[in-house]
Structure formats: C-alpha cells, structure tokens
C-alpha cells in the first residue's frame, strides 16, 4: 500500500510540472491515426480537452533535426488511458487479491486535424 501510495504520490508531481514547466511537459509519438492515438494517460495528469500540438520532424542538409507544428490535437472525454500502475502490476485490495482496473483503453484518443501519420511527435501546450 505504501509503495502504491509513493508511486501515485511522485507521479502527481510530475504531473504538476509537465503543466508549469516547458521541459518537463509531455512529448510521445502518436501510435495510431484512425482512432488518433498516444501512449499516454492518467499517470501523466492527461484531463478531457488538453491540447496538444503536433510536431513533424525534418533533417536539413547538414543533419540538424528540426520539428515544425503540424497542428493542435485535443484529448477526448471519456478515451484517457489509466496508466497509472507500474506495467506488470496489478492493483491489489484489503486482502492482497488482483482488483481489476475500471479502465483498460491501450491509449489516449484524440481529436482534431488531419494529415497525421504514426510517429510524429505531440507535446502538451496547455
């Protein structure tokens, strides 16, 4: 209980930073675009209608990467990943029994935008 407790504890500060601080926000891939998805969720502090730029990474002739905004992408009501466990471990209660979670999306869905492609990168700008 202490160690859930601890875990759920940093995972909120965290949560707290990634919304005051630009380098510590959130920046994933998008794994899917039909439903518009990322591997992301509760454990990052994601809320209905969070807005998330997508960025599209290019290389210049000498090698230097540089990202350009493609669009602003919201987080859907009721699509958030419950990802705040450690993977592999199950929530346990009174007794020591596995609970299972209230919800077991995969990941994040999103609306907004078109002309995304798996793999472009989302940072959170809200």
């Given at each position: 209980?202490?160690?859930?407790?601890?875990?759920?504890?940093?995972?909120?500060?965290?949560?707290?930073?990634?919304?005051?601080?630009?380098?510590?926000?959130?920046?994933?891939?998008?794994?899917?675009?039909?439903?518009?998805?990322?591997?992301?969720?509760?454990?990052?502090?994601?809320?209905?209608?969070?807005?998330?730029?997508?960025?599209?990474?290019?290389?210049?002739?000498?090698g230097k990467i540089s990202y350009k905004r493609k669009?602003?992408?919201?987080?859907?009501?009721?699509?958030?990943?419950?990802?705040?466990?450690?993977?592999?471990?199950?929530?346990?209660?009174?007794?020591?029994?596995?609970?299972?979670?209230?919800?077991?999306?995969?990941?994040?869905?999103?609306?907004?935008?078109?002309?995304?492609?798996?793999?472009?990168?989302?940072?959170?700008?809200?």
């Amino acid at each position: 209980i202490i160690k859930n407790a601890t875990l759920k504890s940093i995972d909120a500060v965290y949560a707290k930073l990634q919304r005051k601080f630009e380098k510590f926000r959130t920046k994933t891939p998008l794994v899917s675009i039909d439903p518009l998805a990322a591997k992301i969720g509760m454990k990052e502090g994601l809320e209905k209608g969070d807005k998330y730029e997508v960025l599209e990474q290019s290389t210049d002739a000498e090698g230097k990467i540089s990202y350009k905004r493609k669009g602003v992408i919201t987080v859907e009501k009721g699509k958030i990943m419950d990802n705040r466990y450690a993977a592999g471990e199950e929530p346990l209660d009174e007794e020591g029994n596995p609970i299972a979670p209230e919800n077991t999306l995969e990941f994040t869905t999103f609306k907004g935008g078109k002309g995304y492609y798996p793999g472009m990168l989302i940072r959170q700008i809200n």
